[in-house]
């Protein structure tokens, strides 16, 4: 199973390589863009957008409402799974 993270697209690092900052959960990294940014489209067209991130690559574009259900349901299977290991003996 792959598992996106929603993150937004603060700045571009590298036009040419299609390159950008995204921010996930306050910690900022450099991911790959050219799964979403079309052929004619620059990559600072993407500034401010929301995209699904896996293994360095924004594999899709998402609107802000479903980053936030997303990023919601993630921190809510986090503390349920920290609850579960609690309980284990």
């Known amino acids: ?38 052929d004619a489209q620059s990559p600072t067209e993407l500034v401010g957008c929301w995209v699904l991130v896996h293994v360095g690559f924004a594999m899709a574009l998402i609107d802000e409402a479903e980053a936030e259900l997303t990023l919601t349901l993630l921190n809510e299977l986090g503390e349920l799974q920290a609850e579960t290991q609690g309980a284990r003996l």
Request: charged fraction near 20%.
């Open 1 to 38: 199973m792959c598992l996106g993270i929603p993150a937004q697209v603060k700045t571009i690092s590298n036009e040419a390589a299609k390159l950008g900052i995204v921010e996930i959960a306050g910690v900022r990294r450099e991911i790959n863009l050219a799964c979403v940014c079309k």
